[in-house]
Nanobody, 133 residues
Framework: VQLQASGGGSVQVGGSLKLSCAAS????????ISWFRQAPGKEREGVSC????????YYADSVKGRFTISRDNAKNTAYLLMNNLKAGDTAVYYC???????????????????????????WGQGTLVTVSS
């Protein structure tokens, strides 16, 4: 079981990047996919999540309106499109997967909360995003 984030790089303020999260060893269909980041000297921060069944999306306030999370189950990959990047977005970005919770209890839109430091089931190596002015 492995998750691999890719697509990071260096970009100027206002620029865009699209990160990918590829899964191997399991299928993402039944997993909620989250992105979180960690900047140097700072605590880990949840960024976004997309649920497995209906693709409900959730965003941290700091990225709302600028980032878009999506998934392509056929490609076993999730994405994070980041627009209008700011210097404060500089961090290592990680993707994570968590098995969906029972529908009869949690409905179709379950995701781990992005506003807390969640103990994700699976996460792998991150990708560095550097935003400079």
């Amino acid at each position: 079981v492995q998750l691999q984030a890719s697509g990071g790089g260096s970009v100027q303020v206002g620029g865009s990047l699209k990160l990918s999260c590829a899964a191997s060893g399991f299928t993402l269909d039944h997993y909620a996919i989250s992105w979180f980041r960690q900047a140097p000297g700072k605590e880990r921060e949840g960024v976004s999540c997309i649920s497995s069944r209906v693709g409900s999306t959730y965003y941290a306030d700091s990225v709302k309106g600028r980032f878009t999370i999506s998934r392509d189950n056929a490609k076993n990959t999730a994405y994070l499109l980041m627009n209008n990047l700011k210097a404060g977005d500089t961090a290592v970005y990680y993707c994570a997967a968590d098995a969906s919770r029972p529908r009869e209890i949690y409905g179709d839109s379950w995701c781990p909360r992005v506003d807390i430091d969640y103990d994700h089931e699976y996460w792998g190596q991150g990708t560095l995003v550097t935003v400079s002015s």
